[in-house]
T-cell receptor, first 114, second 113 residues
Framework: AQSVTQLGSHVSVSEGALVLLRCNYS??????LFWYVQYPNQGLQLLLK??????LVKGINGFEAEFKKSETSFHLTKPSAHMSDAAEYFC????????????FGTGTRLLVSP | DSGVTQTPKHLITATGQRVTLRCSPR?????VYWYQQSLDQGLQFLIQ???????AKGNILERFSAQQFPDLHSELNLSSLELGDSALYFC????????????FGQGTRLTVV
């Protein structure tokens, strides 16, 4: 069965600093990978997804993630953090091409200080 | 605003009771997904319906059931509630059976006392 591990339940950065949120996955078949963001009192919003093709995926709000099969990783990065990026971020994996039966990680709360 | 509407936003009920959570998908979306977010289990997929038919099942307890009606809204029924059922229940919808983006509602926070 597939699973996702997000290292670090909390990550703190200063405004303008690099954001790096780590995600490692386990899947018996080629995975489909997703990053979602959850703002306080909101539902989840899709940031980006990897299905097939280019391993560097660009998403909304300046975020991107790189699929590295050899490392079974799909880390999320943003070159320069903004205060509005403070939220909880979830990595998810699916063994089917699509949004069915997503398996989520435990989430990483990003804190951005001025 | 994702376009997915969940009611009620908050629900407090006692153990042993039964509740119904309602989800209105985005206009035109045929798939509805239910997820549970709890401190213990994190975010877990419960069940998916597509155009009125069950399509996929996750870690949904036997005390829980769902259905999707002809107008495409969906209801999640939770019965014989236990303290551990306290969680945020999300509904999401997508246009197709699963290959298009799923948009999430703001959730229903259920507290069982």
């Amino acid at each position: 069965a597939q699973s996702v591990t997000q290292l670090g339940s909390h990550v703190s950065v200063s405004e303008g600093a690099l954001v790096l949120l780590r995600c490692n996955y386990s899947s018996s078949v080629p995975p489909y990978l997703f990053w979602y963001v959850q703002y306080p009192n909101q539902g989840l919003q899709l940031l980006l997804k990897y299905t097939t093709g280019a391993t560097l995926v660009k998403g909304i709000n300046g975020f991107e993630a790189e699929f590295k099969k050899s490392e079974t990783s799909f880390h999320l990065t943003k070159p320069s953090a903004h205060m509005s990026d403070a939220a909880e971020y979830f990595c998810a994996v699916s063994e089917v091409e699509g949004f069915q039966k997503l398996v989520f990680g435990t989430g990483t709360r990003l804190l951005v200080s001025p | 605003d994702s376009g997915v509407t969940q009611t009620p936003k908050h629900l407090i009920t006692a153990t042993g009771q039964r509740v119904t959570l309602r989800c209105s998908p985005r206009s035109g979306d045929l798939s509805v997904y239910w997820y549970q977010q709890s401190l213990d289990q994190g975010l877990q997929f419960l069940i998916q319906y597509y155009n009125g038919e069950e399509r996929a099942k996750g870690n949904i307890l036997e005390r829980f059931s769902a259905q999707q009606f002809p107008d495409l809204h969906s209801e999640l029924n939770l019965s014989s509630l236990e303290l551990g059922d306290s969680a945020l229940y999300f509904c999401a919808s997508s246009a197709t059976e699963g290959r298009t983006e799923a948009f999430f509602g703001q959730g229903t926070r259920l507290t069982v006392v």
